[in-house]
């Protein structure tokens, strides 16, 4: 059975920086492209960061670049997402998913392609 599971979440400052984990068991996270998204209170879920099969591309939406860091260790089957520079908008509950895909990812076009979503965690930045 495909399972991720998310951890790193808390409340930070303005300005600070976390780093978010997704673990993943029955399968090798190096074969399928990985996405970190974030549903903020009210909102839809909405795509932050990606990273390809085999080392491939990664993807980041515009709100994010320069802030954040999508990196995965194969040794640890893991994926991981630096997030530096924190703003209050960056508040939400973060998931990670996995999909099969040849070729560079993309967070733009939505959720629906994307499976085996974790149980999220929550991220507050406030002062």
């Known amino acids: 059975q495909l399972q991720l599971v998310e951890s790193g979440g808390d409340l930070v400052q303005p300005g600070g920086s976390l780093r978010l984990s997704c673990a993943a068991s029955?399968?090798?996270?190096?074969?399928?492209?990985i996405g970190w998204f974030l549903q903020a209170p009210g909102k839809e879920r909405e795509g932050v960061s990606c990273?390809?099969?085999?080392?491939?591309?990664?993807n980041y939406a515009d709100s994010v670049k320069g802030r954040f860091t999508i990196s995965r260790d194969n040794g640890k089957n893991a994926v991981y997402l630096q997030m530096d520079s924190l703003k209050p908008e960056d508040s939400g509950v973060y998931y990670c998913a996995a999909k099969i895909l040849n070729g560079p990812c993309t967070v733009v076009g939505g959720t629906a392609s994307w499976g085996s979503w974790g149980q999220g965690t929550q991220v507050t930045v406030s002062s």
């Open positions: 029955g399968f090798t996270v190096d074969n399928f492209a």
């Open positions: 990273i390809s099969s085999h080392g491939g591309s990664t």
